[in-house]
């Protein structure tokens, strides 16, 4: 199919042949799970769970709370053993509620476990219903609900399922895997979300570095003449949602919109087979692809791991390190998070650990910008990161939002081409927390004097309620005081009228003497 061109884009050196020859392994169950009940964008799970209770695989730990929001499930069966803070999988390293469960040993899947004998034969309603309450988000590190995603057709017209299988970051290979590996149930779950969504068109779109998943994805799909391979140039970050979409469409989506408003939705490989499970065999999500490598691990592998398995269990696995890493980095090297520590546990968004050398990192120390304008031809978003950072770094702000600040996807193009190693993403990261904290105090501040407005509001209508009702107790004690003269004086007048009727009545000749 036609390709359209983007502006800007790297091409790193991808390191995937580390793990790509690696088939995917089952991971042993750990002896504790720490499961977050946040691991998706939106509200946290609450929890649905007690300490000691026992629980089988698929059971619902966590409910989801409001629209956007997901449910988290038990991966394996076993023991509850409390509901606290531990370490999120975050570079923060701050404590989150955590379910800690303890396996049985016996992986026991829940009694109510079931699944559908024939997807098609549901409403697009009930398909997304499935999709929200087995607590599917997007795998490929958004982790938007996928049931939100699948409920657009309700709000725009939507024609067309794009699969972002491009997996355009460096060292990740477990997209790959996942299609060469699972392809029909992958194009199965396609199928279902383009039902749910109401699609007749769709898109699977592959990087040509992974030509046996390309080729894996074609024989699959053959039966079906509305899937379409896609097979994109080899380029980062290819794998961004908007600009997948303009290099298959040659439309551009709105600067803040989303792909939905030109009629295309984007989802994810390992989703569409998290779909395919929970429709077919009624599976919630309850564990996922990971790849783990770098050239400080032992034995690089693919690996499917329950949520709520610590890092250091991975690491374990795959033999630990052959050498002391310089950085660990969950996800990709471009727009991964630096892992606080082995302990965390792995979460839905958890595609990838990286354990990187100094040798991959090429850390050196920043120098001043000689505006060479590198930055500028590497940004796919049309930017001009140079002039951002400089605002930036004066503490403009204001201005940095003026230059597109808010447009940036932190893809981090822009930061492997600086010759002067300047950290461009972290100057926007820091920009984009701030002007968030910024606007958060605004809103603060604005909800505070709304609050104090209402609360003026409310006790000059108490004081004017208070006025009205002295005013009417005074009317009514002086209508009450006016009708008792006036009753008084009644009774005077009519007690007098009496007097002189009762007084005797003399003659004429008595009146004379």
């Not at 989150?96 to 559908?116: C, N």
């Not at 199928?191 to 024989?219: D, Y």
């Not at 520590?341 to 595609?351: D, E, I, L, W």
Request: charge should be positive; charged fraction near 20%; proline fraction near 7%.
């Amino acid at each position: 199919m036609k390709l359209f061109k983007i502006r800007g884009g790297v091409h790193p050196d991808d390191r995937k042949q580390l793990a790509a020859g690696q088939s995917i392994e089952s991971l042993p169950m750990p002896a504790l799970l720490h499961i977050p009940l946040q691991q998706h964008i939106g509200a946290p799970a609450s929890p649905a769970v007690r300490r000691g209770q026992m629980v089988a695989k698929g059971d619902l730990l966590a409910q989801g709370q409001g629209v956007i929001s997901a449910p988290v499930h038990a991966p394996t069966s076993g023991r509850i053993m409390g509901v606290g803070s531990y370490p999120a999988h975050h570079a923060s390293g701050l404590s989150v509620p955590t379910i800690t469960l303890k396996p049985d040993g016996e992986d026991r899947w829940a009694d109510h476990i079931q699944g559908v004998e024939d997807p098609f034969a549901l409403e697009p309603e009930a398909v997304a219903e499935r999709v929200a309450k087995a607590g599917i988000v997007g795998l490929g590190g958004a982790t938007f609900p996928a049931a939100v995603k699948l409920n657009l057709r309700k709000r725009f017209q939507v024609h067309t399922l794009v699969i972002n299988g491009a997996e355009c970051e460096p060292y990740l290979t477990c997209d790959d895997r996942l299609m060469r590996e699972c392809a029909n149930a992958v194009i199965d779950g396609i199928r279902i979300m383009a039902h749910a969504l109401g699609v007749k068109q769709i898109i699977v779109a592959i990087e040509n570095n992974k030509p046996e998943a390309q080729a894996a994805m074609a024989v699959a799909a053959s039966a079906y003449p509305d899937i379409r391979i896609a097979r994109l140039p080899t380029r980062y970050p290819m794998g961004s949602e908007k600009h997948l979409v303009q290099t298959l469409t040659g439309r551009e989506t709105p600067a803040r919109a989303l792909t939905a408003e030109i009629g295309v939705v984007v989802h994810n490989p390992a989703t569409a087979f998290a779909v395919h499970e929970a429709l077919r065999f009624g599976y919630p999500l309850v564990s996922r692809v990971v790849t783990v490598t770098g050239g400080a691990i032992a034995q690089p592998r693919n690996l499917r791991v329950p949520l709520g398995t610590k890092v250091q269990d991975l690491l374990d696995h795959c033999g630990g390190f052959k050498v002391d890493p310089t950085r660990l980095i969950s996800g990709g090297p471009m727009m991964g998070q630096p892992l606080p520590s082995t302990r965390v546990p792995m979460v839905k968004g958890s595609n990838g650990v990286l354990a990187l050398t100094a040798e991959e990192t090429n850390a050196r120390e920043p120098m001043p910008c000689i505006r060479c304008g590198s930055c500028v031809q590497a940004c796919p978003c049309g930017l001009v990161p140079l002039e951002m950072a400089s605002h930036t770094r004066i503490g403009d702000l204001e201005g940095a939002v003026e230059l597109g600040l808010m447009d940036c996807i932190g893809c981090g193009s822009c930061a492997y081409v600086c010759p002067g190693h300047i950290p461009l993403v972290q100057f926007f990261n820091y920009a984009k927390g701030e002007m968030a904290a910024r606007g958060r105090a605004k809103q603060k501040q604005a909800e505070t004097k709304r609050l104090a407005e209402q609360r003026t509001a409310r006790m000059e209508a108490i004081k004017q309620a208070k006025r009205e009702a002295m005013a009417k107790r005074k009317r009514e004690m002086a209508a009450k005081k006016k009708a008792e003269a006036e009753k008084k004086a009644a009774a005077e007048a009519q007690a007098a009228q009496e007097g002189q009727t009762d007084r005797p009545v003399r003659s004429a000749a008595e009146t004379e003497a």
